[in-house]
């Protein structure tokens, strides 16, 4: 997160690791609710709730990859950050997808507010994964 020249004082006041977690904040939002829209979209659609969760969850994973990689983390490594990246998303799809089934199958709960809590588990997940992924030196990639 860039300040304009004019805030220098404010930019100086902001911790860089919680200039971080909002610049993740604010991809998470624009992902999510992308994500989102595009489960609710595909659900009508398809009318199998964990098959729209999936493939909205991919469709997010790839613009998020980009942005978390290039604006949020601002990693300089080239190469090695795609499979733990994917095993990161892997691992947050199988946990947000579980509790997706545990919360509307179990506890018959909408569909809808379901999906939102398994976004939370998934956002969690994410940040602490991308985190470690992105924030990792690398010396083979210099």
Request: proline share 3%; with cysteine.
């Amino acid at each position: 997160m860039n300040l304009p020249r004019s805030m220098p004082w404010l930019n100086n006041r902001i911790h860089p690791e919680f200039r971080q977690t909002l610049r993740f904040a604010l991809v998470g939002v624009l992902n999510t609710g992308a994500s989102y829209i595009l489960f609710v979209l595909l659900y009508q659609l398809l009318g199998y709730y964990i098959a729209a969760s999936v493939l909205a969850y991919l469709g997010g994973m790839l613009i998020s990859f980009m942005l978390n990689r290039g604006f949020v983390f601002k990693s300089t490594a080239r190469r090695g950050q795609l499979l733990p990246f994917c095993l990161v998303n892997l691992s947050s799809l199988a946990c947000s997808t579980g509790m997706l089934y545990l919360f509307v199958e179990q506890l018959a709960m909408f569909v809808y507010f379901a999906q939102v809590i398994a976004i939370g588990v998934s956002m969690t997940i994410n940040y602490l994964g991308y985190r470690t992924v992105f924030s990792s030196r690398r010396t083979n990639d210099k």
